[in-house]
């Protein structure tokens, strides 16, 4: 079984067991969590796009950790103007394990 989930703006495909990294969401690490934002189900041969379907369908998921994801450079220059900007940034994650695609 698939889903197409949406968190943090970002659309993942899923399926038990899969490990993936979304934006930072509220919850520590163990806890478990609902994601009911469901786009699509895939069982088998059977695609589900209902929006009636899709409202009652949800996607538990273990946090497995949380972190920051390795720097983005950002450097900004204009030739001749003595003008240079340096900037980093790390973005917050978290690490969820999918446990369950529900379709009730």
């Known amino acids: 079984m698939h889903a197409v ?3 943090g703006g970002k659309q993942y495909e899923v399926s038990p067991g899969k490990v993936l990294r979304v934006e930072k969401l509220n919850a520590g690490v163990g806890e478990t969590v ?3 934002q469901v786009l699509l189900v895939r069982d ?3 695609l589900h796009l209902d ?3 899709l ?5 538990t998921a273990r946090v497995t950790g949380q972190g920051r994801r390795r720097k983005i450079l950002l450097f900004k220059y204009k030739r001749r103007k003595n003008y240079r900007r ?3 940034h ?3 994650f978290t690490e969820l394990t999918i446990e369950n695609i529900q379709l009730s």
């Open 5 to 7: 989930i949406c968190t």
């Open 34 to 36: 609902t994601l009911d």
């Open 44 to 46: 088998g041969d059977s």
């Open 51 to 53: 929006p009636a379907t």
């Open 55 to 59: 409202a009652r369908a949800q996607v």
């Open 86 to 88: 340096k900037l980093g």
């Open 90 to 92: 790390r973005q917050m």
